[in-house]
């Protein structure tokens, strides 16, 4: 797995200064994604994973602050001086963010929105803009693509706008997509479409990808690796076959049976997590997944667990009490 | 978008119907006998019959008012007492000045007042930003005829570079004009210039912490156009919404300035017509700048829409 | 010329209360002010300044001196008592104009806010007609018929405040009347009187004070404009405005005739305005202060 990685991100933390004292979103995180790979970050609501994928966006808040590396095609993002970085962005690291509604600007034209950054970043005349727009809205599935240019977002349905949101993400052959819960927003019905859509692109630009959910059913059969977050940091990473037959980490387990499966019986209850994630301006001494863990020992309680391999140095989990059955796959 | 017009059409009627009830009860149904008024010591029982009756003022409230009413949509609003002028011809000569000088007070406070907005919001909380925001504050302190006095005491007393008061028309003397008109406009657009900074500096940090504009920078646009065209069209509905409130002021404002400034404007005309008691021309003026002001502000509704295309199309 | 029109558009994009300096010095320096010229205006007759209405041909224009504390104006009157006077006039009016607005626009908010339907927008729509009007003609247009004096001054002045004031109460009316104390209040099957005073009125109060501070400040611009045009408060008496209009005359000579009476009132509308702005911040329900 030591072949150059495309994205390398390196001990990275982010720091959040709150009136409550200091917030650590990310705690010491690394993740590499090869050149067209697909790496899936999975994790709750908090975990970090959007702070995450802004910090390797260099997108923090003013007042964040991080420490670590970020490498990106041999580049350190973090080090980089604005302009660079300005020239990078929409151009070799694109995203797509979670609700198109607010991520498209509501008084811009479609068109505009498209041209502006082909015209940026690939400095085409409006003509050769325009044209290459119409043919990448075609590309994501968009009927009537010339028309859509003078239109605004609140004028298509949602997943017409994130396939707008996407068309603008490709539209200068990003190296890399990063795609922040690309389907929460949108209705169970079209998801499906859309990672769908997500998926064919990315294997036909041999693009590498993100996809940031907390879903884990999104992730299964659409990426060759999976890292799952909690409470800021990455407790389990394997390629995805291998979690999800060998997973270790309670949490995985616990986030596998809370998705609803197509063949169990009517009324089954979902299995739900008790409790909730540790409040992430005072960090447990211990795991931070052991006040909910059913496996959890004395030892859980009073050491934080490091990464340690599974049965490939591929496959890493940060647990003391890993359970060693093979989970079903999902349906 | 038509039936958009035509709604907004509608309302406009029975606010201008209103407009001119109020008008019209000032002026009949406060204390005081016009004839009186006008006679002064002239008055005799017959000539003030006379008088009554030559004006209508012996038939019952509701006719008089139907009768204003039809000579106005005739374009007869009346002549003065004073000065023999109608209304009209007062106001066409009045006019040109003053919307002249509101005009330039706008244009000032806004040449300086969006570029200051946006250069603070793009570094709130830093030190131009701090500045600027206090300096605001504490001009919206200053009452507008506070600053034309320091205006003329700074450069018509002290520094003697523009002429207190006067006016020559645009169309004779366009440099000479300018120059009587600089401090007046400049003291009208120090009393809106805070206002607007204020709305458009607080509009556009919240703008720019929606999703949109994270994605403008995740795309790469220039710090430029982030801020210029993502950040500044959805807040400058706000700034079409506060020219539009600010019509009112601006017009209160100008009638101080032309005063001080010896302007020969409507708001001088007005304070005039005060002084010496000249009805005609007091209702005749305050009922077309009532209207005025009306229509300006439905003018600013159409604009919203053309800005907002949400409105337009019945969403918002 | 600012006039009592705080649009709720406004209010919406006012910047949220800093939340760590909240009270700092400028504040306080502004209640300081705010008493120091509450104290001098109340208990003018018992100071020991000569009387502003004597004049003395002799010493007109005089310099600051000993006697002349502030020196004297263009008719040999004392200048700090002359201020201290037209203290109280500017104040006066400053304070009972929105008083009108506070009681007559505040009712009216909270009962249109709070029972909605026909009469609530039937209020609303002739608020509307009166801000139809650019305020100040109006006011001149009243005075000019009713004829000028600190009572009409006051009254016309007051009226005008009400649709502002209104729309203030309406609007936090409306926000808290979905609030649970309220709901909870309606579901133990009070009456309506009972919610209007017990529950809302002592919500509504707040900001609506934060308002009326404000609307001292435009009242004392307001007023002191009228008075510098002539139209305002009637001679002999002077308030501040007057003042200042006299001082103009003398701009060459003696600047100093129309700067104080000018830094007095910019002082005080400041404070109000600080003092104002800051209780705004503090008690807009809608962030979620109270």
Redesign the interface.
């Given at each position: 797995m030591t072949d150059k990685a495309l994205l390398s991100v390196e001990d990275v933390v982010v720091d959040l200064p709150t009136?409550r004292g200091n917030l650590r979103a990310v705690d010491r995180v690394s993740l590499t994604v090869g050149a067209g790979q697909t790496l899936g970050v999975v994790g709750e609501s908090g975990c970090g994973k959007t702070m995450l994928s802004r910090a390797i966006?260099q997108?923090l808040p003013k007042k964040a602050k991080l420490t670590g590396r970020v490498m990106f095609d041999g580049q350190d993002l973090v080090s980089l001086d604005r302009e660079k970085l300005?020239?990078?962005?929409?151009?070799s690291l694109?995203?797509v963010?979670q609700?198109p509604m607010?991520?498209?600007?509501?008084?811009?034209t479609i068109g505009t929105q498209l041209v502006?950054?082909l015209q940026?970043?690939l400095e085409l005349d409006l003509a050769a803009a325009r044209k290459r727009s119409v043919e990448l809205l075609a590309a994501v599935g968009i009927p009537a693509p010339e028309q859509r240019l003078t239109q605004?977002p609140?004028?298509l349905s949602g997943g017409m706008r994130q396939r707008v949101?996407i068309a603008?993400a490709l539209s200068c052959e990003p190296k890399l997509l990063i795609a922040d819960e690309p389907t929460t927003a949108l209705d169970v019905t079209i998801q499906a479409q859309i990672l769908d859509l997500l998926a064919r692109e990315q294997r036909r630009r041999h693009m590498a990808m993100i996809i940031i959910t907390h879903d884990l059913g999104v992730v299964a059969g659409r990426t060759d690796e999976v890292a799952v977050m909690y409470a800021g940091r990455v407790v389990e990473r394997a390629p995805t076959l291998a979690l999800f037959k060998n997973m270790r980490m309670p949490y995985t387990e616990a986030l596998l049976a809370a998705i609803p499966k197509l063949d169990s019986a009517p009324h089954t209850v979902l299995p739900a997590i008790s409790g909730r994630p540790p409040d992430p301006t005072r960090p447990l001494r211990g795991c931070s997944f052991s006040p909910r863990c059913r496996y959890a020992v004395a030892r859980c309680h009073a050491e934080k667990p490091e990464l340690t391999e599974a049965e490939t140095p591929a496959h890493q989990y940060a647990c003391f009490h890993p359970i060693e059955m093979p989970a079903t796959v999902p349906a | 978008m038509a039936f958009f017009l035509a709604r907004r059409l509608l309302y406009l009627v029975p606010v201008l119907i209103a407009v001119s009830l109020l008008t019209f009860s000032i002026a009949s149904l406060l204390p005081g006998d016009l004839a009186m008024t006008i006679l002064a010591d002239q008055a005799t029982p017959e000539n003030l019959a006379a008088l009554r009756k030559d004006m209508g003022l012996d038939q019952p409230l509701w006719q008089r008012y139907f009768t204003w009413l039809g000579h106005m949509l005739q374009g007869d609003f009346g002549r003065s007492f004073r000065t023999g002028q109608t209304v009209l011809q007062a106001l066409a000569e009045r006019l040109p000045v003053s919307i002249e000088l509101m005009l330039l007070a706008q244009i000032g406070a806004l040449a300086f007042g969006v570029p200051v907005a946006i250069i603070c919001a793009a570094r709130s909380g830093g030190p131009f930003d701090r500045f600027m925001t206090g300096s605001a504050f504490a001009l919206l302190s200053v009452p507008t005829f506070l600053s034309a006095i320091l205006l003329i005491y700074l450069f018509a007393v002290e520094l003697r570079w523009l002429p207190a008061t006067g006016y020559v028309p645009f169309t004779e003397d366009p440099l000479g004009n300018l120059r009587f008109m600089v401090l007046p406009a400049m003291t009208l657009a120090l009393a809106e210039w805070p206002g607007i900074m204020r709305i458009l500096r607080s509009d556009m940090i919240a703008t720019l912490q929606?999703?949109?504009i994270?994605?403008?920078?995740?795309?790469?646009?220039?710090p430029a156009?982030i801020l210029f065209?993502?950040a500044l069209?959805?807040s400058s509905l706000t700034l079409v919404t506060i020219t539009g409130i600010n019509i009112g002021r601006l017009i209160g404002g100008a009638l101080i300035v032309e005063t001080i400034f010896a302007l020969p404007g409507i708001g001088r005309l007005l304070v005039g017509a005060i002084l010496t008691r000249d009805l005609v021309i007091l209702q005749g003026v305050v009922l077309l700048v009532a209207a005025g002001f009306v229509i300006m502000n439905f003018i600013v509704d159409l604009l919203y829409a053309v800005?907002?295309?949400?409105i337009r199309?019945g969403?918002a | 010329m600012a006039t009592l029109e705080l649009d709720l558009a406004e209010e919406a994009v006012s910047q949220p209360a800093k939340?760590g300096k909240r009270l700092g010095i400028l504040f306080w320096a502004a209640i300081v002010w705010m008493i120091f010229a509450f104290a001098v205006a109340i208990f003018a007759t018992l100071l020991p300044i000569p009387d502003p209405a004597a004049m003395n041909m002799l010493a007109r224009r005089a310099p600051f001196s000993a006697t002349h504390w502030l020196g004297t104006d263009g008719l040999g009157r004392d200048e700090l008592s002359r201020l201290i006077y037209g203290a109280r006039i500017s104040l006066l009016v400053g304070l009972c104009a929105p008083m009108i607005g506070l009681t007559v626009g505040g009712a009216l908010g909270l009962l249109s806010g709070y029972f909605r339907g026909r009469a609530g927008t039937f209020i609303v729509g002739a608020m509307d007609v009166l801000l139809a009007f650019p305020p100040l003609i109006l006011v001149l247009a009243v005075i000019a018929f009713v004829g000028q004096s600190i009572l009409n001054l006051t009254f016309i002045l007051g009226v005008l405040g009400i649709p502002a004031f209104m729309r203030v109460a309406r609007a936090t009316t409306l926000t808290l009347s979905r609030r649970e104390f309220v709901i909870a209040a309606e579901a133990l099957g009070a009456s309506h009187a009972r919610i209007l005073l017990r529950e809302l009125l002592p919500n509504v109060i707040l900001p609506l004070l934060a308002f009326f501070l404000l609307g001292v400040a435009v009242t004392i611009v307001v007023e002191g404009s009228l008075s510098f045009l002539g139209l305002g408060v009637p001679p002999p008496t002077s308030s501040w405005g007057s003042m200042i209009a006299e001082g103009r005359e003398s701009l060459d000579v003696a600047p100093r005739l129309a700067f104080l009476p000018a830094i007095a009132m910019f002082l005080t509308v400041l404070s109000f305005n600080l003092v104002g702005d800051t209780m705004r911040a503090l008690t807009d329900p809608r962030q979620g202060a109270l």
């Open positions: 009136p966006l997108l300005r020239k990078l962005r929409g151009r694109a995203v963010f609700d607010t991520s498209l600007n509501p008084v811009l502006e950054t940026e970043h605004y609140h004028q949101a603008i | 929606e999703d949109f994270a994605l403008a920078k995740a795309k790469g646009l220039t156009r065209v993502h069209k959805p800005l907002d295309p949400r199309h969403h | 939340k």
